[in-house]
């Protein structure tokens, strides 16, 4: 199915919002809106699909972190559930505040603002999340690198821009490029980017850790089994002895390949990395959002990767640098990380459907 054609006055936001707007009341037509308005989702979650559930099944959703949240709550107490789904999604919304790059006054921006300058002084979960993401650009050799926002820019994302930017671009693209030139500061709250044009975009990760604060908020207040869908990323809470999982469906971005049946999720995080989601296209050309910070260039090698993982910010993380590393190192890094489960399709050629790779415990989690 194509996106739906949108006119001048109609932007993706709004018409996703207007959307939205005829059927968080109900909850039932939410999933639908996002199968039509992101065709090339690349993980779909729908309800209990028969499985026994406490109560009904309440769902709130909300335009947010660029993309529609949906919440599910399974709960005996139907006004408990809505509070619950609405408190879960303002904490979203605040995480979003918080980390957003397109905010003037958000942590990230006020970081950004005083690269090469001075150290910043931020919130302990902005340190924690800093020093989580400084863990897997190690990890994966900066092919996780939350300091590419120059990348971004420099290639029309942020910007639109008539044509492809030069070698000549890209090489001083990558000067602003680099976690390395980050110092993390915990005991004083400071975090200082000591190369004037470094700037971060949590994009690759900010999702996930948006979700797992959620997680958070629906446990305080009691709730045992829930779903979060942001744009086709998931967190199943539950528990085997307590709850049903949810069943969840993955497949490529572009559905050249199926992706086995659906499995339960539950106590765990699937998040998806594909380009042919968003894409920006030239004469002779046409790149997707995900670089190699390494190279300052698009990947093309990979179709689509999804992640297992306990928490929603490292399935989010290790997604997009698996997808980075490509096939054979990215398995690597999947075989070689205990928490964590995935598969790999590579980029097909013309007509051919590939069998993914897939780890070997997929698509059950690992326990910690």
Request: hydrophobic share 40%; with cysteine.
């Amino acid at each position: 199915m194509d996106e739906p054609p949108m006119g001048p006055s109609l932007t993706r936001r709004s018409f996703l919002t207007q959307l939205l707007a005829g059927s968080v009341a109900g909850g039932a037509l939410v999933s639908s809106v996002l199968a039509w308005a992101w065709p090339n989702l690349a993980a779909l979650a729908d309800g209990a699909h028969g499985l026994q559930a406490a109560g009904p099944l309440y769902r709130e959703a909300r335009f947010v972190l660029g993309t529609i949240v949906e919440v599910t709550v399974d709960h005996t107490q139907r006004s408990l559930a809505r509070r619950a789904a609405r408190e879960a999604l303002a904490e979203i919304t605040r995480v979003d505040r918080l980390l957003s790059i397109f905010r003037k006054n958000s942590e990230i921006s006020r970081l950004n603002r005083g690269a090469g300058r001075w150290p910043v002084q931020v919130t302990n979960e902005v340190v924690r999340l800093l020093a989580f993401a400084q863990e897997v650009w190690e990890r994966t050799a900066g092919a996780f690198d939350p300091t590419i926002f120059a990348l971004m820019e420099g290639w029309g994302w942020y910007r639109p821009r008539p044509a492809p930017p030069s070698s000549e671009e890209v090489a001083a693209m990558r000067e602003a490029v680099g976690f390395g030139t980050i110092t993390i500061n915990p005991g004083r709250r400071q975090v200082r980017l000591h190369r004037p044009g470094v700037r971060i975009d949590l994009g690759g990760i900010g999702k996930g850790y948006a979700m797992d604060c959620a997680i958070a908020v629906l446990r305080r207040m009691g709730i045992q089994r829930a779903l979060i869908n942001a744009g086709g990323e998931l967190y199943a809470l539950g528990d085997g002895d307590r709850s049903a999982p949810f069943p969840v469906a993955v497949f490529t971005p572009s559905r050249r390949v199926q992706i086995d049946k659906p499995f339960p999720l539950q106590g765990a995080a699937v998040a998806s990395s594909g380009n042919d989601e968003r894409s920006i296209r030239w004469e002779d050309l046409t790149i997707g959002h995900l670089f190699d910070p390494r190279t300052g260039y698009p990947v093309t090698a990979v179709e689509g990767t999804s992640v297992l993982a306990p928490t929603a910010t490292a399935a989010d993380a290790y997604s997009t640098a698996v997808f980075v590393l490509g096939p054979q190192a990215g398995a690597r890094l999947i075989e070689e990380t205990p928490s964590l489960e995935g598969l790999i399709v590579e980029h097909p050629g013309a007509g051919d459907r590939r069998v993914p790779w897939q780890s070997r415990n997929w698509p059950a989690p690992k326990r910690l």
